[in-house]
Nanobody
């Protein structure tokens, strides 16, 4: 059974940083496309960043230059480093695998950017 567990969210002031973690079991992240998504209140879920099997990374225009996706094979975990956070980054953040999300969405991790 594949399971992805998000963590690392919290309350941060504008301009601050957070690092989110997506711990995987049942799959090997280095052999899969893994994406970070977010859903803000009243909005659709959107893809924020993704990392491919070949280590190519892709970002939504709204986060380019501020967010960095990476993975560590030893821990089978994908990270999302978020810097220069803005209030509009406030959302629940989720991870999933596959170009088309392959499993049911988990609980996600709440990120709130506010002064």
């Amino acid at each position: 059974q594949v399971r992805l567990v998000e963590s690392g969210g919290g309350l941060v002031q504008p301009g601050g940083s957070l690092r989110l973690s997506c711990a995987a079991s049942g799959i090997v992240v280095r052999f899969n496309y893994v994406g970070w998504y977010r859903q803000a209140p009243g909005k659709q879920r959107e893809l924020v960043a993704a990392i491919t099997v070949g280590d190519t990374t892709n970002y939504a225009d709204s986060v380019k230059g501020r967010f960095t996706i990476s993975r560590t094979n030893a821990k089978n975990t994908v990270y999302l480093q978020m810097d220069s956070l803005k209030p509009e980054d406030t959302a629940v953040y989720y991870c999933n695998y596959g170009v088309v999300p392959s499993i049911s969405w988990g609980q996600g991790t709440q990120v709130t950017v506010s002064s």
